[in-house]
Structure formats: structure tokens, C-alpha cells
């Protein structure tokens, strides 16, 4: 469904140009929901608009629902839907009037074009405000709606930018059950997410962008995988130059990164790791302020691919 190849995007600045993408390569088969995750500023929103047609592409190709972006740009919009960040209604429309200028716009008959909007405020659970200026909608009500104005023309592949950003969490719970169900419809969903519990709950397979460029690519599993073990922090109380010089070159510690005042360490067995860490410490006089064991997540993944936390970077 999507297929790019050193997909680039360059901006003219007053201290010349700088590369917000910075070279794209990627496969997204139809059918699937497929994450692009990063910090803001990393080029997920600069790569959507351009797969979307709203901005040049400065080098490169791509093929989006087996037409040419470059060459064939018409067709491609014909095939896609898009909901922006910023959300897509007038104020002073209704719902359901909303979805119908989108049908007619795509080519649809008054008629066909109602009935369409009729089934989109059905599904979204819409109905009841429908016939309501959207300037009355809660947040959660304005993004479903932004999300049925992107499926009223039925695209094979519809593109979600930050689908849930300042969305309660009753909303989100609700836009995710959304997402679920285009995908078991068919429909091939391309969203951009800081969000790391987002994607590793909808995405069939994630990529994930840095600076503009790929640092990692595959299924959640997949990219948990390769930080292999488990991840003990530990806290030491003052400067930990005295616990890394402890710990450092221990046999079952693989890896000994320092994030913000705490070791990172990469073991293989975080069960019989933990007491020997606690015994080595001890006996070293440092005294401990936290000291916790998890299972990778795809934060340990972006920081082990970057040297950061995503969490930290999002707002």
C-alpha cells in the first residue's frame, strides 16, 4: 500500500537548508495499521504530508496505493483519507452536513452522499449530534468526526496524524476501539504517535523515526526483542560515579548506560541480578534512593536506538 524509497524533504531556513526528512525508507503491506513513532520534531508529520500530497517532496520516491506520489498526485488522493492534527470541521456546520460536502466532493450524489454520512454518524456513535454544529462537540466527538470525514469516500488507506493528541482518556479508549475496527474492515491506517502505549497497542508493525531518519523498523515484539533481557535502573543517593565504577565490567551485565542521575543496566536475568547489584553496592557503602526491574518496552527501544527517553521528549 505504501512503498518509499530515500524519501527526502528539505526546508529553505535563514542559516540555510535544513533536512527535516532525511532519507525514508519504507514498506507498509495493505491492511494493516502501521505506526510511525517519534518525538515532536522528528519528521513523522513532514513524512505524512507528503505521502498525503500536501508537500513536495524535495528527492526520492514512493508509491501510495499503487500510484505514483510524484507523477500521479490526483490519483493518490483519490485512494486516501487524511485527518490532520488541527481537525477538519467548520464550526458552524453540522456533522452530518460536514460528511455530505465531503461525499460531493469526492464525486458522490446528493444521495448516495447522505447516505454515506448517515452510516459514518451510526458507526462513530455520532447520531445523536449529528444535526449539531460541531462548535457544540466535546473533543472526542470533533475527532471522530475529523475521522469520518476521512473514511466518507471509503480510501483504501486513510492517514491518522497524532489521532488522539489532547484527548481525555475515555476518548482515546474510544478512538482506539475506532482504529481496531477499520483494521478488522480492511482498511490500511497509517497514524504518527508520540504516544508508546498507543502504538504498541494498535500497531501491526512500527516504525520508528529520529532526526528524520528510520533507527528502527518491525512488530512491537519484534523491536522489544532487541534490547534482550531485562532493565534494572538503579538510583544511587549523590553522584553515581562511585555505583558505575562498582558495577561497571560486572560478567552479567551486558550494557551500563547513565540516564538523568540513574544507571540503566542491561542484564540477562533481572531475578538474579538484582541481588548481586544489591550486594556489590552495599559493600561499596552506596546508598540507594530507587532501584526497579522491568521487561524492554518500546521506550527502552528508542533509547537504546537515540541514547533518550521518547517519554521525555513528548509534552
Known amino acids: 500500500m505504501i512503498h518509499t524509497k530515500a524519501l527526502r524533504r528539505t526546508f529553505k531556513g535563514r542559516r540555510g537548508a535544513v533536512e527535516a526528512v532525511a532519507g525514508v525508507d519504507l514498506d507498509v503491506e495493505g491492511g494493516q495499521t502501521f505506526g510511525f513513532l517519534g518525538p515532536n520534531g522528528a519528521g513523522k508529520t513532514t513524512t505524512l504530508r507528503m505521502l498525503s500530497t500536501l508537500l513536495p517532496v524535495t528527492s526520492g520516491e514512493a508509491t501510495i496505493a499503487g500510484c505514483d506520489l510524484r507523477h500521479e498526485p490526483a490519483k493518490v488522493r483519490q485512494r486516501i483519507g487524511y485527518v490532520s492534527q488541527e481537525g477538519s470541521s467548520y464550526s458552524e456546520v453540522t456533522g452530518r452536513r460536514e460528511l455530505a460536502i465531503q461525499g460531493r466532493l469526492y464525486g458522490m450524489s446528493r444521495a448516495v452522499a447522505d447516505k454515506r454520512a448517515a452510516e459514518l454518524l451510526e458507526t462513530l456513535e ?15 466527538q470533533k475527532r471522530r468526526l475529523d475521522v469520518g470525514i476521512g473514511l466518507m469516500h471509503l480510501p483504501d488507506l ?7 493528541t489532547g484527548l481525555d482518556p475515555q476518548s482515546r479508549a474510544r478512538m482506539w476501539d475506532e482504529v481496531r475496527r477499520l483494521r478488522q474492515s480492511g482498511t490500511t491506517v497509517f497514524l504518527t504517535t508520540h504516544y508508546l502505549e498507543e502504538a504498541d497497542a494498535l500497531c501491526d508493525r512500527i516504525a520508528i523515526i529520529d532526526h528524520g531518519k528510520i533507527v528502527a523498523e518491525g512488530t512491537p515484539e519484534e523491536l522489544k526483542r532487541e534490547v534482550a533481557g531485562d532493565i534494572v535502573l538503579v538510583g544511587p543517593e549523590g553522584p553515581t560515579d562511585k555505583a558505575r ?33 544489591i550486594r556489590l553496592l552495599d559493600g561499596a557503602g552506596v546508598t540507594l534512593t530507587t532501584l526497579s526491574l522491568h521487561r524492554p518496552s518500546l521506550d527502552d527501544v528508542f533509547f537504546h536506538k537515540t541514547g533518550r527517553s521518547l517519554r521525555e521528549t513528548a509534552p
Open 126 to 140: 455520532l447520531t445523536d449530534c449529528g444535526d449539531r454544529k460541531t462548535k457544540t462537540y466535546s473533543g472526542g
Open 245 to 277: 565504577d562498582v558495577l561497571k565490567g560486572q560478567d552479567f551485565i551486558r550494557e551500563l548506560t547513565e540516564e538523568d542521575g540513574d544507571l540503566r543496566l542491561y542484564v540477562d536475568a533481572g531475578e538474579t541480578a538484582l541481588p548481586q547489584i
Open 158 to 164: 486513510l492517514f491518522l496524524d497524532e489521532p488522539t
